[in-house]
């Protein structure tokens, strides 16, 4: 079973909107609405930003959002600030024996 | 609030036996919930190890199969992981986490503990 696919790193300056992608198979993404994203700040653990798609926990800002298109996820930052910099990854539900599929990561500079 | 606190012994030596231990407050094992093992080499990716439902059903990463062992305790509230046969690709931080429901949903999560396994 292989990770989901996400570019290596982006970038962007303050105020901007970026969008990462996050790309799988039939078997993951492109067969459930279950894909979540995390955001993780160096030497920390990762935090869940959305969920099941499009789904923002209790507290996260409605700057993230994320999206589907047939087996590619997305999630975008719109007014991009300092404090969004780190690596985001994402995950889906997978059938088989494997359950669960992260991507490789995806490491955010703000420009 | 559901918190998360992992801890194991930092050196293990090859071909030997990884056990970390995870105490989970907040929230009792017996409840309806899962929990999730996570695991994030140096700088790479996130790797599912694997999730236990109240301390009964549990789900492997079929990479791991045959080495790992996932339990919980439920009269002290902790989980537990065991892998045996390491070697150096069994370097990682290992994270626990509250895992919302068997679809990559994981919330929240312990500050993790890096094992290195070396010589």
Known sequence: QSA???PASVSGSPGQSITISCTGTNSDIGGYNYVSWYLQHPGKAPKLLIYDVSSRPSGV???F?????????SLTI??????D??????????????????????????? | QVQLQESG?????PSETLSLTCSVSGYSLTGHSYWGWIRQPPGKGLEWIGSIYQTNSIYYNPSLKGRLTLSGDKSKNQLSLT???????DTAVYYCARDLGLE??????GPGTLVTVSS
């Open chain 1, 61 to 63: 800002s409605d700057r």
């Open chain 2, 83 to 89: 892998l045996t046969s390491v070697t150096a690709a």
């Open chain 1, 4 to 6: 989901l696919t996400q």
């Open chain 1, 65 to 73: 959002s994320g999206s589907k298109s047939g087996k590619t996820a």
């Open chain 2, 104 to 109: 990559g949903r994981f919330d929240p999560w």
């Open chain 2, 9 to 13: 012994p930092g050196l293990v030596q």
């Open chain 1, 85 to 111: 910099e780190g690596h985001y990854h994402c995950t889906s539900y997978t059938s088989g024996d494997l359950l669960i599929v992260f991507g490789g990561g995806t490491k955010l500079t703000v420009l």
């Open chain 1, 78 to 83: 719109s007014s991009l600030q300092a404090e």
